[in-house]
């Protein structure tokens, strides 16, 4: 991350910053952005962040997430009838056993399973088409439903939709304020006590060893 200086103004940049990349949802891009403008320009205020953050958790955590920020959009890069296919071992070149004696398929990705409810629905798509799903669970893995679904029913994983925004956040506060950041805006990140400690303890581990 870097500036120019133009006219009195900074000009900002960046090498690697969220914003500049496609899969960061908008808010966590926007507001990196922001919170690096006001860091680099020494307006960054504690209770200013710490308040912004607490009362979009709030939001978050009552499913009022607008679609534009939790809406995924990704290709479908094959024929949908390929994914899922048995696994093969390459020492072998024969498809690979499970302990229960079934065979092991590959796991078809949320966005393709919805491909494959739309075509069956009478929809029509090719390869290289992007399919929009809002993320419902992500573990073990991700289970999504369509952008029509969460219209008629707003739901989400929240946890998922509140990390994604968050760490594009933490990941500047890290590095700029390692006192506060798992102290000051502990409430703010939604992690338990134990979680918390193991951030902060790593971070400082950390930035201790990239500084000797």
Known sequence: MGLDRVEGK?????????WTKTDTIKIASDWQYELTKDILNDEFDVEYWKNKILEFKHEVDAFKLSEEYIVNYKAISKDVSEYG??????????????????VQH????AHIKLAKKMIDDGVELEIGDK????????????????IEEFRKNPSYDVMYYWEKII??????LQVTHPDEVYTTFKECWGYTDRQTATKDRKNKEYLSSDLS
């Not at 498809?95 to 004696?101: A, F, H, L, S, Y």
């Not at 929009?132 to 999504?144: D, F, L, N």
């Open 10 to 18: 900074y000009v900002f940049g960046s090498m690697g910053g969220a």
């Open 85 to 102: 296919q048995p696994t093969i071992d390459s020492k072998t070149g024969l498809p690979k056993i499970k302990k229960d004696g079934s």
């Open 106 to 109: 590959a796991p078809i990705p």
């Open 131 to 146: 399919v929009g799903y809002v993320v419902t669970k992500s573990k073990p893995r991700i289970e999504a439903i369509s």
């Open 167 to 172: 760490v594009v956040l933490i990941e500047i």
